[in-house]
């Protein structure tokens, strides 16, 4: 298992295009089996280890798929087999999105449950009760899903949580379901609006992604699409937060300023500047940071789950103290336990974090527990004194391109043995 060895201290500073989004690119690749009569282009793929066993599931469902720096080819025109074996299926979360795909592709499908970071409990009722509405016959047997969707059928759908993943799942078995179906309640994430785009881009009929109500128009064929992907909004945080915790400043390009705005405000509470115009932002970090009182996560456009582990170590740092209330995940605190090894301040309760600010941090072994508290390590670790041996890097790997040449080219004494 690789490590990264930080030496901590110095200010992260310059320019980076941000890679395109990992929580886009893996429904969307999931999307290209339906598409029956020629082959899909994407752009922008990011180089990351959740999109190489993507990948590999599609080229064992069949799909013919060739990878060329950042562009995927994808030729699914011979029809695809509807089972994907436990190794592959508990690799990643998303790999559950190919329960939708392949019902909407082919008759029957055979998967295991999903894998995914530790976050908590990762039930997927929703996903299940929902492809069952859409007509779909579900049998739970040992570990596996036997999904039979030949009764496919439009329906008028609404659903507890705006849970993106089901959202994703429904999008994709009902484009083939005869019929229009209504979802309400869905997931807003701008990461369901680029599914819905590519999924027209191949001639579905969706209306109102981005939105609470989702409309679905069955369509019989879906055609080739060249399509590129949005940039990561959660990476693009990561980077800024590194700026900010070590004093430094940065210029983010490729990046959708209106998918960090609720980051960004609370990165101009914390007393940086932030100028955000076309797809740049640029952040100036103060000599210390202010704590904001409050952090609370929500579905988007709320403060995103995804960031919470960034800011946890962000304002290990900062003058203040703040409570951050996690509503998404049930045990997504888990990185507290190794910035106290750092010297951070966190007291947990149930889903809650109090945050007081320490003058300084102290580089230590450390471990990632999941994708973004791997990331929230590497932060405290650019701003701490000394050096930090951060384990379990293959957790950060999912999530972010190039992390380590990154960071080094803004000036990180960052090194993977
Ligand atoms: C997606 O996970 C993202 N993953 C997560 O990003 C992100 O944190 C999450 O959405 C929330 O924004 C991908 O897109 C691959 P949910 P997903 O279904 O779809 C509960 C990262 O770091 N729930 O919106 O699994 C669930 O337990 C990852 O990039 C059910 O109870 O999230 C959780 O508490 C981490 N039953 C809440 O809903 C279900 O059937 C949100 O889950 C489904 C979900």
Redesign the pocket.
Known sequence: MSKLIIRGGTPIRGKLAVHGA??AV??ILAASVLCDNGVNVIHNCPNLR?VTITVEILRYLGVRVIRTGNTITIDARKGIHGHIPQYLMQE???SIIFMGAIAARNHKAKISMPG??E???????????ALRELGCDIKEKTDYLYVNSRHLKSAALTLP??????T?NIMLAACRADGMTVVENV?K?P?IVDLANFLNAMGAKIRGAGTSRIEIEGVKHLHAADYTIMPDR?AAITYLCCAAATGGSIELTHTVPEHLETALSLLAQCGCRIEARDSTVYLQAPKRLSAPSEIVTA??PGF???AQSLFLALLTLADGTSVIRET???SRFRPAAELAKMGASIALCQNCATVTGVATLQGAPVAAT???GGAALVIAALAANGTTEIDNVCYIDR?YESLTENLTLLGADIKRI
């Open positions: 990992k929580n893996l429904p959740d990643l979360r998303s995914g970071c976050l908590g409990p990762r039930p997927i009722d929703l996903h299940i009760k949580f705006p849970s993106v993943g089901a994703e997931a994430e990461e959660i579905p988007y995103p789950t995804d998404i995940f049930e999941d994708l973004r999530g």
